[in-house]
């Protein structure tokens, strides 16, 4: 399925090449807020990590953390995880590398991979789950087409140990 290439991203794999703007991105303290990742990532930690994804595989309980780019080889602007949860319906969450907000990636890339997936059969359902107050997100997964499937309460531990609740969004085809 990769390299998906629409709206203007492109989504493919991580390479080594990524791990500053990666580590940049995943330490950014906005950017990690509303994530469980390790914070802050060093570079060589990233470096580490994209060299251990080995080749993708998109089996059933495995997770994809991908690529989002402008133009084919081009620097990392911000990554993509996707979990498939069944055979059916996959997670989608996303961040970007600070200083491309506001120029419509965020959107591009996540309609771009919605759409990608739910031509591929079996998936049938792309969800994504943020924070309550992560209003930016909940706010680009309905540009992107998703619709609110549900508030859960107190049901995720932030990083400070506050529970929150989250916004359950779905996209189906």
Known sequence: M???VAMGVVIDQLVLADADALSVSHSDPDNARFQSWPYPLSPADALDF??????PTFEVGTGL?????EHLGGPLAGDLYVLRQDSDVVELGITLVPGRHGRGLATAAVTAMADALLATPPITRVDAICDVDNTRSAALFERA???LRERTTASWTRRDGTLTDELHF????
């Open 65 to 69: 953390q991908l690529a989002i780019r």
């Open 145 to 147: 087409g998703f619709r």
């Open 50 to 55: 994209i060299g251990s994804t080995g080749e």
């Open 170 to 173: 779905t996209k189906a085809r």
């Open 2 to 4: 990769l390299p998906v």
